[in-house]
């Protein structure tokens, strides 16, 4: 009874604990592989999610599939459970490796991110660049000639009049 419960051959579990023989006494404690306790699976109930779940700010729990929740016992919150196919709905790419058995996804999301921060970051120096700019009342500055010194690296053309 016990080797089926962890799916394991009996002369497994006397071979691993060194019995003489499969019956057990009350109270005899057993080894049994890391592996063998991790692949235990228990049934759960889960919901339907009735509320948005937001990966990336878009809501994937209004597609074809829906995302289910379940907590645990003593848990202070939720499992989230996404099927793999709303992930296309979010830019990433949901790949299958036949080779390894597994299925991957990608994203760009951190690379989107980074050059999110990047440019905001650049529009911040660009305000306070505004923001610290005194204006000359001198002849000579022109729009052009504030743009110029502002952005340097932008190539302006004069357009001839």
Not at 16 to 28: F, H, R
Not at 39 to 67: C, F, M
Not at 95 to 124: F, G, H
């Amino acid at each position: 009874m016990i080797a089926n419960k962890f799916s394991l051959p009996v002369n497994h579990l006397i071979r691993n604990n060194q019995l003489n023989n499969p019956y057990l006494i009350v109270g005899q404690r057993l080894k049994i592989p890391m592996e063998a306790r991790q692949l235990q699976y228990k049934p759960v109930t889960a919901y339907t999610a009735d509320r948005p779940i937001y990966v990336n700010g878009i809501d994937i729990n209004t597609g074809a599939y829906p995302v289910l929740n379940y907590q645990p016992p003593d848990t202070a919150y939720p499992y989230i459970y996404v099927p793999i196919a709303e992930f296309r709905r979010v830019g990433a790419k949901v790949l299958w490796d036949e080779a390894k058995q597994i299925i991957v996804v990608e994203s760009d999301y951190d690379q989107l991110k980074n050059e999110a921060t990047t440019l905001r970051a650049e529009n911040q120096r660009l305000k306070d660049l505004l923001a610290s700019y005194q204006p000359v009342t001198q002849a000579g500055n022109t729009y052009m000639n504030f743009i110029n010194i502002l952005c340097p690296s932008l190539k302006l053309v004069k357009e001839s009049t």
